[in-house]
């Protein structure tokens, strides 16, 4: 490490040595004793250099690729690659561009004139450079590839200005409900007390806001909100599968045994435990969700199968920066 530390002063003080060699001044007795040059050595500095920087690109290419097989082996060989062609470049370095000596002294009280020998002997250890400019070239761009590389992944965060992808949906008026095997579902196969997932026919059923759960409740114990009288048939409601709280899959129903004493019908989030009341559109009464479920309204076709009456009420998913404001689009 302290000959690693002694290589990045050497590059801090570059600038500041040619400086003072410019200048034309006396200059005082060296310190440090002049070293041979290594050619052989600066040029496998300079292949390792590059090399990092070529991994950081690979691992970029790999990472803005996608779905590659294999593609996290890929991208760990690309970044690892890239730290270690620069830690061996730094080591090379090290070992044979500078020049280093042990001293054996005691300690004293502090002089003024010890930070000036400090730059003088950080200065005086890079005497067996010779190709500084195609060094500090190549330096620059393996750092900033790697630089890149590590930056790179924030993509994965979000998109920063189409936040249009996060409310479209495949749902639209007239789209029919199919099950898993892409069979359409009639409204009679609703019964109550039990759980449907369903989802849009001819549309990706990975798609987040694609699958919806379907229940059938006593029409006189609905209370949706307003503008949401027709949403339901006969009793049947849909909502998005996906809690709002971190996105899981609400995949419980529960059902009243006693409904005297009994908690009222409520769908639940297994991960979390966010329980929303489908009698009131969705309305969350249990957990960490902060908004209801997105409710879909439903209308049955002339051959009695469940169909899309419109889009959802809400957005689908967890919550983010300004979704309370923005509307479902198909």
């Known amino acids: 490490m302290r000959r690693l530390w002694r290589w990045f002063l050497v590059l801090f003080v570059w600038r500041a040595a040619g400086e003072s060699d410019e200048d034309g001044g006396e ?12 050619p052989r050595a600066e040029v496998v500095v300079v292949a390792l250099l590059a090399l990092a920087a070529l991994s950081a690109i690979g691992f970029i290419v790999v990472y803005a690729l996608d779905r590659l097989p294999y593609q996290t082996q890929y991208l760990g060989l690309t970044l690892g690659g890239a730290f270690a062609f620069l830690a061996a470049a730094l080591i090379v370095t ?51 590839a790697i630089g890149l590389a590590a930056v790179v992944p924030a993509a994965s965060l979000g998109p920063i200005y189409d936040l249009n992808r996060f409310t479209r949906t495949p749902w639209r008026r007239g789209r029919r409900l199919v099950d898993q095997h892409g069979r ?26 694609a699958p919806i759960v379907l229940l059938r409740l006593e029409p006189d114990q609905l209370h949706l909100p ?22 899981c899959a609400i995949s419980l129903y529960r059902t009243p045994l006693f409904p005297p004493v009994d908690e009222p019908p409520g769908l639940v989030c297994p991960c979390h ?3 929303f009341d489908p009698q009131t559109g969705g309305t969350v009464v249990y957990g960490p969700a902060g908004r209801p479920l997105p409710q879909l309204p439903l209308m049955v076709d002339r051959r ?9 009420s809400g957005p689908v998913g967890p ?5 309370r ?6």
């Open 27 to 38: 200059r005082p007795p060296r310190i440090v004793p002049e070293g041979p040059p290594s």
């Open 94 to 144: 090290a070992h044979h561009l500078v020049v280093t000596e042990e001293l054996e002294d005691e300690y004293g009280t502090a002089q003024p004139e010890a930070a000036a020998q400090v730059a003088q002997v950080v200065s005086e250890s890079g005497s067996r450079l010779r190709r500084r400019r195609l060094l500090a070239a190549a330096a620059a761009v393996a750092t900033t």
């Open 184 to 209: 359409p579902i009639p409204a009679a196969a609703i019964h109550t007390q039990e759980l449907f997932t369903a989802f849009p026919e001819h549309a990706d059923p990975e798609e987040i806001s």
């Open 226 to 247: 307003q503008g949401r009288s027709g949403w339901a048939v006969d009793g049947i409601v849909a909502y998005s599968k996906i809690c709002t709280h971190a996105g």
């Open 273 to 275: 435990y966010s329980t």
């Open 304 to 312: 009695g199968h469940l169909r899309a009456a419109g889009n959802y």
């Open 319 to 323: 919550s983010w920066w300004g979704v």
């Open 325 to 330: 404001n923005r509307e479902v689009s198909s």
